[in-house]
Each structure stands twice: as structure tokens, then as C-alpha cells.
């Protein structure tokens, strides 16, 4: 996979005037991947094509996504933790998967919940930020 350092030499060589092919020599990349930088100024973050599939956690994906939202109604000292869902499933349910499997999609379940964003929204003339800068002047330091 290319960098952003890489994407910005090739776009250089070319527009210096070296072909797709030279670059592709000189770099140790592919023809392809070199026309795909040539395209667009960063690189195009991974992103799956389809969820993976988790043939031994799926039947109890739902178990757990309505444990952690029976815990929401619960005091923060009686909400469940990863590792006594992963009990509840085994000793209620016969979960034969791993512990890790079901601690990364607690994980996921909960970053799901949490907000992350808080809109700041002022009216005209009720906020005011100021930027003295740094450093200080000298005046003020001494």
C-alpha cells in the first residue's frame, strides 16, 4: 500500500515528465498502483466490501447487543463487563468461541453507544475566543 510520501514523489516524477512505466521501475511499484496516485492527490482509506462473517459469535450477536442495552437501564456498578457476558453465554447459551471474540465485539457495540461529537452552537455575540499567541512577549515574561 502506498503512503502519502509515496504519493506525493510519484506525482512529482510525473509531472517532471517520467512515464507511468519509468516511475513504476524506479519506485518498485506497480503500473496500476502508480495510475491509481497519479488519480487522486491522497490515498483512499481501506474499507471492506462486505462485513466478515463470525460463523461461531454470530448466533449470539444479538444475545450480547441486548445485554449491553438492558445494562444502560442499570447503576455503572451492575452493568455487565466483557468477560461476565462471555460467562453468561457459555454457561446459559453453550458458547463454544473464544473470549476474544466476544470482548472485541463488546468493544464495538459499546463505541457504537458513546458519543463522541457535541455540537457547539452559539448565538451571535455570546462566544468570543482570542489567540494572544506564544510565545509570550518579553515583557510579560520577565
Given amino acids: 500500500m ?3 510520501d509515496e504519493y506525493a514523489r510519484i506525482r512529482i516524477a510525473h509531472r517532471d515528465g517520467m512515464s507511468i512505466r519509468e516511475i513504476a521501475r524506479r519506485f518498485g511499484r506497480s503500473r496500476q498502483a502508480v495510475r491509481k496516485a ?3 492527490a491522497e490515498p483512499q482509506p481501506y474499507s471492506l466490501a462486505k462485513p466478515r462473517t463470525a460463523p ?3 448466533p449470539f450477536m444479538g444475545l450480547i447487543e441486548q445485554i449491553l442495552e438492558e445494562d444502560e437501564r442499570q447503576p455503572p ?3 455487565h463487563t466483557a468477560v461476565r457476558i462471555f460467562e453468561r453465554l ?3 447459551h453453550g ?4 473470549y476474544g471474540q466476544v470482548r472485541r465485539h463488546v ?3 459499546r463505541e457504537r453507544q458513546r458519543e463522541t461529537f457535541v455540537p457547539l452552537e452559539h448565538e ?3 462566544r468570543v475566543e482570542c489567540d494572544f499567541g506564544w510565545p509570550a512577549p518579553r515583557k510579560l515574561l520577565q
Fill in 2 to 4: 502506498l503512503n502519502v
Fill in 90 to 92: 457459555c454457561d446459559e
Fill in 77 to 79: 456498578k451492575q452493568r
Fill in 124 to 126: 451571535p455575540g455570546q
Fill in 107 to 109: 468493544r464495538k457495540c
Fill in 95 to 98: 458458547y463454544r468461541g473464544s
Fill in 56 to 58: 461461531v459469535l454470530g
Fill in 38 to 40: 497519479l488519480l487522486r
